[in-house]
């Protein structure tokens, strides 16, 4: 198992910031800052007046998820500005976007090229700038791992800037931050930690440690995200739901993603549905369908008092209703349909399918890509 991380956290953890740079030795820090984050967080603007000025901020205000043209147009604003020129360290604020377009700039700056250059998994590169991540939603977990999502607008391929020398060289967890978002990205986040919680621990290529930080991340989102989603949580539960995050990459990043990671690229870049929320569309037909077709693996994610009185099946039953309680809660829709999907529309998800072969085979219940419609995803 890999784990590459370096974790500061807790309540004003993020107040820490100009000490922290000091105490790594970097003076000239640049910070990629999200926009939406940047103006409505008097405590993030405060604690960032202490160390930025106009030429060291960008703001992160891309409409949808980062491509790669966008990051090469950012890469030419930049460069033409000549502002970053003495730039020692990129701290990245805000969502997963925010910190992959981070990631994506740390290895854009010091090796020369566009952006789709380097998609994929690129070897042999000038080492990255460092990355410091500070998280402001609790799903993604871009904050502990070197991979960075970014899409193709020509082909609507999503596949990064995955370069094994990117990982944040240290990851600030201050539930401050994320606690003053709106419902709505906590309900995205958080099934987007479901999401890699669930398929890591289903995927054929799990195993013991794996499922270890799965079921660490499953039972810290179902006690925390409940609360929060009421409007009943506090600090406590808004930091668990970081450190669920954490856990659940930690568990992903050594198992595979499986059917619901794939479909929900394609309904995210296709259709334009945020990632987190594309996911939890996804997710509970897929653990459902395992479960009708004899997969009761789940149940060992089960931790009630009477779990010695039921069946392997019932737990898994037990499971599926709670993943369902938290997708209720954060009104993740049941349907395609109020994204825009028709049914003539579903022939390009099973034709997707086809080629996402790989995908698919990690779950543990083979499904046919011709039965996706009414299978996997309903109208």
Sequence with gaps: MIINANITHGESSFSELPSLLKEYGYSNP????????????????SVLEEVVNKDNLIYYDYPFEPSYQMLDGLVQDINSSKALEKTDVLVGIGGGSAMDTTKGLAVLLKNSGSAIQYRGFPK????PLPVIAVPSTTGTGSEVVFNASFIDEESKVKMGINYELN?????ILDPLIPSTAPPHVLASSGCDALVHTLESFMSTESNEHVHFFSNKAYRLIVSNIIPLLKGEGDLNNWMNMQWASVYAMFALSNSTSGPTGALSYYLGTNFKVNHGVAGGVFIGEVVKYNHENGYYG???LYSQNDKHLLTDQEKSANIIKQIYEILNLANIPEGLGSFGVTSDDLKGFSEFAKQAGEAFGFNPVKIDPNNIPGTLINI
């Design 298 to 300: 789940l149940s060992k």
């Design 167 to 171: 990982y944040p060289i240290l990851t």
């Design 124 to 127: 042999d590169l000038k080492q």
């Design 30 to 45: 640049a910070f990629i800052v999200d926009k939406n984050l940047y103006d409505n967080s008097s405590y993030v603007v």
